[in-house]
């Protein structure tokens, strides 16, 4: 499969979940498990393109298949947009359901661009913070889609880069 | 985190490829679609089975398509790709009305209409609703094809008529004018199954006048109606003019025929209070969008 | 909403972008299952399916026989080494194996350590456990009975019988004054009041890597701790093993909120698994683990009276608890404090008397009591009081908010002494709850409600004032087990002017990484970007007792503003001994001294640090270095406190209630990050809605935990939630150094009341004046039938 743009080979029992292949195997401890039922999100990454819980698959079905996680969002040392809200925006706390959080704000934006609350709250309703009350993780989403390449923010400023 | 228990994993390439692998391993291989019912169970290890059969690869089960005056739903459609579907949502509003409600966002990504109709959950959503339009249910086999009602699909809890080396392929949908669909649901919380559900469609006798139910559907989730549907209901309907009295009414005696459980959603009387008051507000809501009333 | 610099670091005080944010967006945090070590194994707990239920026999030969099973650890195996059993946080012991009988569902009966995860979870099966079921107590208000099942068997001298589950007994107040008042009053109320089972379910479960090293005899213990330092000691009690050997380290915790302040079976496990193997040995628990086994929250059946005038003057509070404590009383608070803070139920009233009884009492249910942000109880006193108080304001037919105003606290009260001697330290109470009503536009939403009546909606409008007590605590009242409740804190500015503060509180998710720098920045002119904050491990941190019940900003926080401030005060001698004045002729402006008139003569904190480290003569008795540590004893605890308003909307035909606004006046003293402080209010209120709507963990009469999943335990999630309308007073804390009071458990105090009140307000038109929470659809709908159902058990 290809992780990150980058393939991987492994051999593998077929009952692995996908979610600790990527933690125990390839070592990509970003993405996090929280639940036993699929209720919680901390796993979400992409799986062609789309969110996935990974702790509601095998990684022996993502064989041949393109996974994204939240190590993939930084592309060439510039953090992505969605990662700069959160930042700018407090979205996380403890961190635990951050990556989630953030895998699946990064698929909004790529089908919304400047989505309303409502559908933020919408595609996140799969996944559960203890920590925010979801208020700053709404705002986070709503600043990363102001700040976005090309997008102007509310005061007229283009595409404005958070570094940490 | 639960893991399940070791367990041997195939891909099929074909509906005749993965019928040949299910009756190859027989009836301790499971087919694995979406796997949103079946890895849940199977890392609780409720469910162990022997081997696995990975149909997701397989081409032409996942279109969602009209052919001639029916709606063809291929089972390995994604829940989200059903509420996308503008075709589905056209004819069927209560498609679209249960998607929204299923589960969450991400596991309607992966989730699909055939894994959730053959897990057979009581609580299934799709099961009251395919029962409410009356679809029906493609299943090959390896001497081919057989259409079962989706109204004798199940036979009980986690039960279907799908035998173990059989595999649903595909729901098909006979399309009528004239008519409207809603559903209601009421659930604790997002993503929890419901305390309970309704489906309605309706369709109208466009004569002048008060219009009168020319026919009606009636699914139930969650409350134990047999096969999803509160069948004395519908008959009750039948020809009756649409009246806020007559869908009341319609909501009593479904409730009055359906057999909810105890649990932690809520005690019985509750359970049957909410099937008679869902019945009402779906009856209502399909008329209007019969009625063109209502988007 | 507060907004966030975009440029530059606020030199101390004010909002600013968290410096621990760089690793968590990258996915780089490291939480305890990212901890991997050379060798490492995995272990897995086998546990009770059975609520009560002697142990026969234990058999682990097949177990022990699979190939990938290093070794298996019984109850017999812990007591041949004497660790059978561990102290709990409360003085009573629980055990880490069961031996003679298992006492609730999902207790520690067998530990696997295995080469991988999945190893270890199939050994678990082959491990063959012979039960003999007995009757379970699971219903608290049974547990006295003449015929109850005795629980504990293993504490000496118990018999079954009304005493055989009995913990304790204690009381506050003036129970003959109250009893006087309540006699002659115009108004008294009595209600029944649960505030059920819930469970702080942290997103990240608890779990360890026990490391330790056979030929240094060192222990080195990763895990998941609140406490390290309290850890530290436990351990070396438990297992023998001298504290000096002992270092725990708390990584990156996804969230405590009190779930990881005990130690639990599974740590020792590891720990012993450790030992025997020679290798480290990881036990990280599934969700079903934590939320059947881990600290549970609450549990607290109360009997609630009020009294007070026809005109509305709240005389007397007055409240009986039965408190389930699990089978093992394993409640984390402060020694003597049983009940922890419940004290505080008298709430931000000016009562003549008031009075409580708390009964402790076993159950077969799990151990915990103390967790889910309660600040030692106190979330159970402000519903109880705030319940209270609304009733009041429906029997009157007053408002609820005028009720309120009438009887606050008023500021030239302060400080106020409760009628059960808690010293309530600044507040002005209806200025908050003024803003709060002005925030919400409460007349116009009485209006709207009124015009919804008239439809035949439900519309309810909630209020809640709460006075919270944290930052435990001054040390001659308050220690756990012993350990007097003052933290250690350590700062030291290195030759080039950055500086490291060491500090003993273990934050979860609360940012101390940013606002401990920020008030080391405030008092001495350091960027927070060059001061390194170090915590959570305690080879490299002073003894403190850690994270919880709001206590860090008040305790820690405070020795932090010490350290910096006896830091300045050296850097004023260094700087006098530089600029060959004296030190009473040097005056301050952040970030240097200068002479006094003379402001252009001065010498930056950067230039003293070099200096202090140089060959420079400093007076008699001064020692060089620029650095200082100390250890706080808070003289008080400190009270924050709030003003909220829920509005919730219901449907009556379905029960359903939907949250539509929230509106949250705190008043924490001084706020060292508003933005900070803000993101903790959000997440506490959101708790309120889980709670007052959707959570519990109730039992059936079969002994089995109904919330033992997400899919059972519901968690409320954005949708649920309304955008959060936060304002803010400001009355610092007069014994604080820098006037603030702790923050971080007043809204999981707050919100439920208020959300309770609402739903409550918005069925009084069909005359329901209680019911339990949570209010699930079915609770509502029941109790608009005048039939509210019992939470705690299953509903049948």
Redesign the interface.
């Known amino acids: 499969m290809t992780v990150n743009g980058a393939e991987y080979t492994r051999d593998v029992e077929p009952r692995m979940l996908l979610i600790h292949f990527l933690r125990d195997e390839l070592e990509l401890t970003g993405s996090h498990w929280g639940c036993d039922t699929s209720n919680c999100g901390a796993c979400v990454i992409w799986l062609d393109g789309a969110p996935l819980k990974s702790c509601t698959a095998l990684a022996a079905m993502a064989g041949g298949r393109d996974i994204r996680t939240v190590e993939g969002l930084e592309r060439d040392g510039e953090l992505d947009v969605v990662q700069q809200g959160f930042i700018a925006c407090h979205g996380l706390q403890c961190g635990f359901c951050t990556p989630g959080m953030m895998m699946t704000a990064r698929w909004l934006l790529d089908r919304i661009p400047d989505p309303a609350d409502a559908e933020i709250r919408e595609a996140i309703s799969g996944q559960i913070c203890r920590c925010t009350g979801y208020e700053n993780i709404v705002r986070s989403v709503r600043w990363a889609a102001a700040h976005s390449r090309g997008a102007a923010g509310p005061d007229g400023s283009g595409a404005h880069e958070v570094t940490v | 985190?639960?893991?399940?228990?070791?367990?041997?994993?195939e891909r099929a390439t074909s509906v005749e490829h993965a019928l040949e692998l299910l009756a190859r391993f027989g009836p301790e291989s499971r087919v694995?679609a979406g796997?949103?019912s079946l890895?849940?169970m199977?890392?609780?290890?409720l469910a162990q089975p022997e081997r696995?059969i990975?149909i997701?690869g397989i081409s032409g089960l996942s279109r969602i398509a009209m052919e001639g005056d029916e709606l063809r739903i291929g089972a390995l459609v994604r829940h989200?790709q059903l509420l996308d579907s503008a075709v589905a949502g056209e004819h069927f509003p209560v498609l679209h009305d249960a998607e929204r409600v299923i589960?969450?966002?991400?596991?309607r990504?992966?989730g699909t209409i055939g894994g959730s109709l053959c897990q057979a959950d009581p609580s299934e959503d799709l099961s009251a609703v395919f029962g409410a339009i009356r679809a029906t249910a493609v299943i090959q086999g390896r001497d081919g094809a057989r259409a079962v009602p989706v109204r004798e699909f199940h036979l009980g809890p986690y039960e279907t008529v799908v035998a173990p080396d059989e595999l649903l392929t595909e729901l098909r949908v006979p399309i009528r004018p004239g008519g409207g669909s809603a559903y209601e649901k009421?659930a604790?919380?997002?993503?929890?199954w419901s305390?309970a559900a309704a489906g309605a469609v309706i369709w109208l006798d466009p004569a002048s006048g008060t219009p009168t139910v020319s026919e009606a559907g009636i699914g139930l989730a969650a409350v134990g109606a047999g096969h999803f549907v509160a069948g004395e209901a519908e008959d009750f309907l039948r020809g009756q003019p649409v009246s806020d009295e007559m869908f009341a009414r319609a909501g009593q005696i479904a409730a009055e025929h359906c057999t909810p459980s105890?649990?932690?959603?809520?005690?019985v009387d509750?359970?049957r209070?909410?099937t008679g008051?869902?019945t009402t507000?779906a009856l209502r809501r399909a008329a209007a969008r019969a009625c063109g009333q209502e988007a | 909403m507060t907004a966030v610099q975009e440029q530059g670091t606020p030199m101390g005080y004010g909002s600013m972008r968290r410096k621990e944010d760089a690793r968590f967006v990258r996915g780089k945090g490291l939480y305890i299952d990212d901890v991997r070590l050379r060798g490492m194994l995995h272990g897995a707990v086998l546990r009770s399916p059975y609520a009560h239920a002697r142990i026969l026999s234990v058999d682990v030969t097949a177990a022990e026989a699979h190939p990938k099973v290093r070794a298996v650890i019984t109850g017999e195996t812990l007591l041949d080494r004497g660790m059978a059993w561990m102290p709990t946080l409360s003085g009573d012991q629980q055990a880490v194996l069961a031996t003679d009988k298992v006492r609730f569902q999902g207790q520690e009966v067998a530990f696997v350590v295995a080469d991988d995860r999945y190893a270890a979870r199939d050994a678990l099966e082959l491990i063959d456990v012979e039960y003999e079921p007995l009757p379970a107590v699971m219903d608290a208000r049974r547990a006295l009975d003449d015929g109850a099942p005795l629980i504990r068997d293993d504490l000496a001298g118990r018999q079954p019988g009304p005493a055989g589950n009995h913990v304790f007994d204690w009381d506050a107040g003036d129970a003959a004054r109250t009893e006087e008042i309540f006699a002659r009053a115009d108004v008294t109320i009595a209600e029944d009041l649960l505030y059920p089972r819930v469970h702080p379910a942290p997103l990240e479960t608890c779990g360890a890597v026990a490391d330790f090293d056979t030929i240094s005899g060192k222990l080195t213990m990763w895990s998941t701790s609140q406490a390290p330092h309290a850890h530290r000691l436990l351990y070396s009690l438990a297992a023998g093993i001298p504290e000096h050997k002992i270092r725990v380290i708390s990584p990156d915790i996804g969230g405590g909120f009190g779930n990881k302040v005990p130690i639990y079976p599974g740590y020792l496990c590891a720990v012993i698994g450790s030992i025997i193997c020679g290798r480290p040995v990881k036990w990280v628990e599934d969700r079903s683990e934590n939320l059947m086994s881990t600290s549970f929250a609450r549990d607290y059946h109360m009997h609630g009276e009020i009294a007070a005038t026809r005109d509305g003057k709240i005389l007397a509070v007055r409240v009986h608890v039965l408190a389930d404590h699990g089978a093992f009383n394993g409640a984390a608070q402060p020694t003597k404090f049983p009940a922890g803070f419940f004290g505080v139920f008298t709430g931000s009233y000016d009562l003549e008397a008031a009075y409580c009884h708390v009964t402790g009492v076993y159950t077969n249910k799990a151990p915990g009591g103390v967790a889910y942000s309660c600040s030692f109880r106190i979330t159970e006193a402000v519903y109880l009081v705030e319940r209270m108080v609304d009733m009041l304001a429906f029997e009157l037919d007053a408002d609820p908010a005028e009720l309120r105003m009438k009887n606050l606290l008023r500021p030239d009260q302060f400080p106020y002494t409760c009628a059960t001697g808690w010293v309530y330290d600044s507040g002005d109470y209806a200025r908050t709850l003024q803003l709060a009503l002005d925030k919400a536009g409460y007349a116009e939403l009485r209006r709207e409600q009124a015009a919804r009546r008239e439809r035949g909606e439900l519309m309810g409008i909630g209020i809640s004032f709460f006075t919270e007590a944290v930052g435990a605590g001054p040390r001659k009242h308050m220690d756990i087990l012993g350990l007097g409740m003052a933290d250690g804190c350590e700062l030291r500015v290195h030759p080039t002017g950055s500086a490291v503060l060491r500090i003993s509180v273990q934050t979860q998710g609360q940012g101390h990484e940013t606002t401990f720098a920020q008030i080391v920045a405030e008092e001495l002119g350091i960027s927070p970007d060059d001061i390194d904050v170090v915590h959570g491990d305690t080879d490299q941190t002073p003894f403190g007792l850690g994270t919880y019940g709001s206590r860090s900003t008040p305790v820690s926080g405070a020795a932090a503003a010490v350290v910096a401030r006896r830091v300045r005060e050296k850097a004023r001698i260094v700087a006098a001994a530089m600029l060959e004045v004296s030190a009473g002729d040097l005056d301050w402006e952040k970030g240097r001294w200068f002479v006094r008139g003379d402001p252009d003569h001065g010498r930056t904190i950067a230039e003293i640090a070099l200096a202090a480290h140089s060959d420079l003569d400093l007076p008699e008795g001064v020692e060089g270095h620029l650095d200082a540590s100390c250890v706080y004893n808070p003289p008080n605890l400190t009270y924050p406190c709030g003003a909220y308003i829920c509005v919730v909307d219901v449907d009556p035909g379905t029960g359903k209630v939907s949250v539509r606004r929230f509106v949250a006046v705190d008043d924490c003293g001084v706020r060292i990050n508003p933005m900070i402080v803000e993101g903790q209010i959000h997440g506490g209120l959101a708790d309120g809605v889980g709670m007052a709507l959707m959570e519990v963990i109730a039992f059936d009469a079969g002994g089995n935990c109904l919330g033992g999943s997400f899919m059972d335990y519901l968690l409320p999630t954005a949708e649920e939630c309304p955008s959060w309308e936060l304002g803010e007073t400001v009355t610092p804390s007069p014994h604080h150094p820098i006037g603030a009071k702790g923050v971080g458990e007043s809204a999981t105090v707050g919100s439920p009341p208020a959300v309770v009140n609402a739903v409550m307000d918005a069925l009084r038109p069909f005359g329901v004046r209680h019911a339990d929470m949570p209010l699930t659809p079915a609770q509502v709908w029941c109790a608009i039938q005048g039939r509210p159902l019992r939470t705690d058990l299953a509903i049948t």
Do not use: F
């Open positions: 985190m639960q893991v399940p228990s070791h367990v041997e994993y694995l796997g949103h890895i849940p199977m890392k609780l290890r696995l990975d997701n989200a589960a969450d966002p991400i596991v990504n992966w009421v604790r919380r997002v993503g929890d305390v105890a649990d932690q959603r809520g005690p509750y359970k209070h909410l008051e869902l507000r």
